[in-house]
């Protein structure tokens, strides 16, 4: 079956500018997640979804930053205003029940944001 | 705070040789831990999930394993192989959802 798909793969944006990237998880997977992962660096965890539900929003480095997913399948992440410090690779992921935390999370290919 | 070390940071071996690359972490209350594999450019791939309740994981040449109480994982690469050159991360989830990654090793297997 398809994985998780993301798009763009590529963004180049000016600073200032506003992006929006997208993740389609894998079809009927209740958890979401994004995570940044800077040139060199592991990734990072952002935000987590259950559903619709935005559960934890701890990562998100600044206001700048909102992610959605509002029927619980695909999801958004927005920023705003980009700054040459957001250019990194977006990582989206998803796992197939929420509340466990044995669940293993699958990952898509990632958006690469470079902001000039 | 849950903090993840990988040791080394990169690694260079003749094809044909058996390795190992090291992951621990400072909070042993953890889920699980998985270990991923990414090629340049491109995602992560899923190589091995060990629950926190097993020793060790095997598929083909890997084998992964888990000491909870020390905080310690190694990835174990058998007969290593031109192909498997790649940057391996481990990442453990704790009490919340998220997975706390180390910052990998590039591992480069010379023919």
């Known amino acids: 079956g398809a994985g998780v798909s993301q798009s763009p793969r590529y963004k180049v944006a000016k600073r200032g500018q506003d992006v929006a990237l997208r993740c389609d998880p894998i079809?009927?997977?209740?958890?979401l997640f994004w995570y940044q992962q800077a040139l060199g660096q592991g990734p990072e965890f952002l935000t987590y979804?259950?559903?619709?539900?935005?559960?934890?929003k701890s990562g998100l480095p600044s206001d700048r930053f909102f992610a959605e997913r509002p029927e619980g399948s695909v999801s958004t992440l927005k920023i705003q205003r980009t700054q040459q410090e957001d250019s990194a690779v977006y990582l989206c992921?998803?796992?197939?029940?929420?509340?466990?935390?044995?669940?293993?999370?699958?990952f898509g290919p990632g958006t690469r944001l470079t902001v000039l | 705070k849950q903090e993840v070390t990988q040791i080394p940071a990169a690694l260079s071996v003749p094809e044909g040789e058996n390795l190992v690359l090291n992951c621990s972490f400072t909070?042993?209350?953890?889920?699980?831990l998985q270990w991923f594999r990414q090629d340049p450019g491109k995602g992560l791939t899923s190589l091995l999930l060990?629950?926190?309740?097993?020793r060790e994981q095997t598929s083909g040449r890997l084998n992964a394993s888990l000491d909870k109480s020390s905080g310690r994982s190694t990835l174990y690469i058998a007969a290593s192989q031109p192909g498997d050159s790649a940057t391996y991360l481990c990442?453990?989830?704790?009490?919340?959802?998220?997975?706390?990654f180390g910052q990998g090793t590039r591992l480069t297997i010379n023919p």
């Open positions: 992921a998803s796992s197939p029940r929420g509340g466990s935390s044995y669940n293993e999370q699958f």
């Open positions: 079809s009927g997977h209740v958890s």
């Open positions: 979804f259950q559903n619709e539900a935005q559960l934890d």
């Open positions: 909070d042993s209350a953890i889920y699980n």
């Open positions: 060990i629950q926190s309740s097993q």
């Open positions: 990442a453990v989830k704790g009490g919340a959802q998220k997975l706390v």
